[in-house]
């Protein structure tokens, strides 16, 4: 049951990704009737309340001031106000601002409302032309390379992930190591005047992008592990820990492969590759 007109509540309100005009009717209404709005950056979204003739009072929230700002906030929802929340852009929680704020007020039994919206995530994951009947979001991907081929090789579903600019090549050079074939996509500033959609195998968009670093905001879709690869990377795993460990990689290699099933060249290649 959604709250009652007038009752103090927080608001949860996705905004605009990049194109202004993806903005609700709910998300306006919400944001005309709040007593304060919640966002990561006054700047940016008094853009969106200007762009509508919004006067709303604004309060800076953001993560080096969320726990405490948390607490005054739900103080004000108490009293009876109504508190929306935002981010810079999307779904707010979504890699952004809220949590905290979101759990206070579950803890001291405020009403929640929640509305629909805009989010990169899912429009990214539909643009892909991926599989969508099972998918994941991880966020920002890993920056160790070791953790970055667990999560890119154990991914049994399409994968869903934010990266940046600078590091997407080196990102995708990653998964073309560990599987040449596996369907890619980069989606680039979604909504806006410049957005790219790009699809390939990860070794034509690691050359791709290696050749034209990219600008603006990525979100990068993998497609589920082909069979079998899940057992390379922990094979390949296993190698590189021996190699660490002082082993020389070639007959290291032929241990493993003997423990695996994965041949000893295939191993051996993916390793020197790396």
């Given at each position: 049951m959604?709250?009652?007109?007038?009752?103090?509540?927080?608001?949860?309100?996705?905004?605009?990704?990049?194109?202004?005009?993806?903005?609700?009717?709910?998300?306006?209404?919400?944001?005309?009737?709040?007593?304060?709005?919640?966002?990561?950056?006054?700047r940016?979204?008094?853009?969106?309340l200007?762009?509508?003739?919004?006067?709303?009072?604004?309060?800076?929230?953001?993560?080096?001031?969320?726990?405490?700002?948390?607490?005054?906030?739900?103080?004000r929802?108490?009293?009876?106000?109504?508190?929306?929340?935002?981010?810079?852009?999307?779904?707010?929680?979504v890699?952004?601002?809220?949590?905290?704020?979101?759990r206070?007020?579950?803890?001291?039994?405020?009403?929640?409302?929640?509305?629909?919206?805009?989010?990169?995530?899912?429009?990214?994951?539909?643009?892909?032309?991926?599989p969508?009947?099972?998918?994941?979001?991880?966020?920002?991907?890993?920056?160790?390379?070791?953790?970055?081929?667990?999560?890119?090789?154990?991914?049994?579903?399409?994968?869903?992930?934010?990266?940046s600019?600078?590091?997407?090549?080196?990102?995708?050079?990653?998964?073309?190591?560990?599987?040449?074939?596996?369907?890619?996509?980069?989606?680039?500033?979604?909504?806006?005047?410049?957005e790219?959609?790009?699809?390939?195998?990860?070794?034509?968009?690691?050359?791709y992008?290696?050749?034209?670093?990219?600008?603006?905001?990525?979100?990068?879709?993998?497609?589920?592990?082909?069979?079998?690869?899940?057992?390379?990377?922990?094979?390949?795993?296993?190698?590189?820990a021996?190699?660490e460990?002082?082993?020389?990689?070639?007959?290291?290699?032929?241990?493993?492969?003997?423990?695996?099933g994965?041949?000893?060249?295939?191993l051996?290649?993916?390793w020197?590759?790396?």
């Amino acid at each position: 049951m959604l709250p009652q007109d007038g009752a103090g509540r927080l608001v949860v309100c996705p905004t605009p990704i990049g194109n202004l005009g993806d903005v609700t009717l709910r998300g306006l209404e919400a944001l005309r009737e709040a007593d304060a709005i919640a966002c990561e950056d006054t700047r940016r979204t008094k853009v969106l309340l200007d762009r509508y003739e919004i006067a709303g009072k604004l309060v800076s929230f953001h993560e080096h001031n969320e726990t405490t700002r948390a607490l005054e906030l739900a103080g004000r929802i108490e009293g009876g106000g109504v508190i929306v929340l935002v981010s810079d852009a999307g779904t707010p929680l979504v890699s952004d601002p809220g949590y905290a704020l979101v759990r206070t007020c579950l803890e001291r039994g405020l009403p929640i409302e929640v509305l629909p919206g805009p989010s990169s995530v899912t429009t990214a994951l539909v643009a892909s032309g991926l599989p969508a009947e099972r998918w994941r979001f991880v966020g920002f991907l890993p920056r160790k390379r070791g953790e970055l081929e667990r999560m890119l090789g154990e991914s049994e579903e399409t994968l869903v992930a934010f990266e940046s600019p600078g590091r997407l090549a080196g990102t995708l050079a990653v998964l073309a190591g560990l599987e040449s074939e596996r369907p890619v996509v980069v989606c680039r500033e979604l909504t806006k005047l410049h957005e790219e959609v790009r699809r390939g195998t990860a070794a034509e968009l690691a050359a791709y992008y290696d050749d034209h670093p990219p600008r603006g905001e990525v979100v990068l879709v993998v497609g589920p592990a082909a069979p079998g690869s899940m057992a390379r990377e922990e094979a390949l795993a296993a190698l590189r820990a021996l190699v660490e460990a002082g082993a020389r990689a070639r007959p290291a290699a032929a241990t493993v492969a003997k423990l695996t099933g994965v041949s000893t060249n295939e191993l051996y290649k993916s390793w020197t590759d790396s």
